[in-house]
T-cell receptor, first 111, second 114 residues
Framework: QKEVEQNSGPLSVPEGAIASLNCTYS??????FFWYRQYSGKSPELIMS????GDKEDGRFTAQLNKASQYVSLLIRDSQPSDSATYLC???????????FGQGTTLQVKP | EPEVTQTPSHQVTQMGQEVILRCVPI?????FYWYRQILGQKVEFLVS????????KSEIFDDQFSVERPDGSNFTLKIRSTKLEDSAMYFC????????????FGQGTRLTVV
């Protein structure tokens, strides 16, 4: 049973546009949610964390969490070609802090 | 800025051989993890480690795998008898606490079993 779901994409947006990435999860007791960026052949790089319902903004990035709908999203404003990467949604499940990852959404920002 | 470091960056090994992947977590972090990512697939949890013992392991983490924290800084993953299907990127991660804190990943070790 899949626990974290993302649309694999690719999601293609023009430079300067807003990119919207979505993720759903199945475990209702999950408390911590993370977005990582992964360039090809590299390791996951933390972009945002969010722990409570609502929006959290950090520079051009906004994470949104809706626990009732089991939905978390990432908005990237003023997208740049350097934002082109795979964005991984990760959910903290259980008491040991392990992360369950989605399969990632590939974002392409076209100049 | 503190970071998780992993060595080697790339390891090629013969099927059936033992490999040890090494990690140095961030110094004040207490929770350590290994994940793997087979080419083109999602990042998968292998094992979590706290207070010098395994706190959780996945189905992937069978008897061929073991972890150890041999001293105050290193955290190792050993694969006793490698199989072709063990070829993957292996990532070490650490975090300060078990929940509601961020996990930081090392740059990974690419393991190729031939």
């Amino acid at each position: 049973q899949k626990e974290v779901e993302q649309n694999s994409g690719p999601l293609s947006v023009p430079e300067g546009a807003i990119a919207s990435l979505n993720c759903t999860y199945s475990d209702r007791v999950s408390q911590s949610f993370f977005w990582y960026r992964q360039y090809s052949g590299k390791s996951p790089e933390l972009i945002m964390s969010i722990y409570s319902n609502g929006d959290k903004e950090d520079g051009r990035f906004t994470a949104q969490l809706n626990k009732a709908s089991q939905y978390v999203s990432l908005l990237i404003r003023d997208s740049q070609p350097s934002d082109s990467a795979t964005y991984l949604c990760a959910v903290n499940i259980g008491n040991t802090g392990k992360l369950i990852f989605g399969q990632g959404t590939t974002l392409q920002v076209k100049p | 800025e503190p970071e998780v470091t992993q060595t080697p960056s790339h390891q090629v090994t013969q099927m059936g051989q033992e490999v040890i992947l090494r990690c140095v977590p961030i110094s004040n972090h207490l929770y350590f993890y290994w994940y793997r990512q087979i080419l083109g697939q999602k990042v998968e949890f292998l094992v979590s480690f706290y207070n010098n013992e395994i706190s959780e392991k996945s189905e992937i983490f069978d008897d061929q795998f073991s972890v150890e924290r041999p001293d105050g800084s290193n955290f190792t993953l050993k694969i006793r008898s490698t199989k072709l299907e063990d070829s993957a990127m292996y990532f070490c991660a650490s975090r300060v606490r078990d929940r509601n804190t961020e996990a930081f990943f090392g740059q990974g070790t690419r393991l190729t079993v031939v």
